[in-house]
C-alpha cells in the first residue's frame, strides 16, 4: 500500500454545507480497536456502518469557530484546543466514538455513560490536522446555542485518525444515498 504525498482534500459536500478533508492518506487500513477490521475497499464498509464504526480515542476539548468549515479554521482550532489541553495536568476522558450514516455518538470508555450524540445534518466539517496527526476534529452546530463548535480527539496512532475521517466521509455519502433513496419516488 503507498500513501498520497502531501495533503489532499477528499470532500464529501452534503447540501453544500458539510465537508470533509483529510492529511495524507494511504490505502492501507488499521485494525478497528473494537468490533472488526476495516476492509482494504471503503465500498465493503456499507454493512458494518450502517450499525456504527466505533473508535476508542481521547478527547482534547472543544473551542468555539466562526465558519462552518475549512482547513485554515480547523487547524487554528485544534492548535487553541491542543494549547489549552497541555496547560491542563487533568487526564484526557478516554471515548468511544461511533460513527453512522446517522450521525457521531459518543460514549464514555469506562463507565459506558452517553456522552453525546452528534446528528450527521449539524456536522459541517471534519478533519485529521497536517501537524497534529494524531488529531481528529470535527466542527457541529450546537443544537442547544446553535454555535458552531469544534471538537478535538486524540488517536493513538494517525492513521486511526485518517480512518475516523475517511469514516465520516462515508458516513456522509451513505446518510445522502439513503436520503435520495427515500426520495426518489416524489
Known amino acids: 500500500s503507498s500513501s498520497a504525498a502531501g495533503s489532499s482534500e477528499a470532500a464529501t459536500r452534503w447540501g453544500g454545507y458539510a465537508g470533509i478533508s483529510h492529511g495524507a492518506t ?3 487500513l488499521l485494525r478497528h480497536f473494537l468490533f472488526a ?24 476539548g472543544m473551542t468555539l469557530v466562526e465558519k462552518p468549515k475549512g482547513e ?13 489541553a497541555r496547560v ?37 466539517y471534519c478533519t485529521t490536522d497536517k501537524l497534529q496527526n494524531k488529531v481528529f476534529a470535527y466542527v457541529a452546530q450546537s443544537q442547544e446555542s446553535g454555535a458552531l463548535e469544534c471538537h478535538a480527539f ?8 485518517q480512518a475516523v475521517t ?4 462515508q458516513a456522509f455519502q ?6 435520495e433513496a427515500a426520495h426518489a419516488g416524489r
Open 26 to 28: 494511504g490505502t492501507r
Open 37 to 60: 477490521e476495516l476492509p482494504e475497499s471503503w465500498a465493503d464498509m456499507q454493512e458494518p456502518l450502517l450499525e456504527g464504526m466505533c473508535f476508542t480515542l481521547k478527547y482534547l
Open 72 to 84: 485554515d479554521m480547523a487547524a487554528a482550532a485544534i492548535r487553541r484546543i491542543v494549547a489549552t
Open 88 to 124: 491542563g495536568a487533568r487526564k484526557f476522558q478516554k471515548v468511544i466514538l461511533t460513527v453512522s450514516p446517522r450521525g457521531i455518538s459518543l460514549q464514555d470508555a469506562d463507565t459506558k455513560e452517553m456522552v453525546e450524540n452528534i446528528s450527521i445534518y449539524r456536522i459541517s
Open 154 to 161: 486524540l488517536s493513538p496512532k494517525k492513521k486511526i485518525a
Open 166 to 169: 475517511l469514516t465520516v466521509a
Open 174 to 179: 451513505m446518510a445522502l444515498d439513503l436520503w
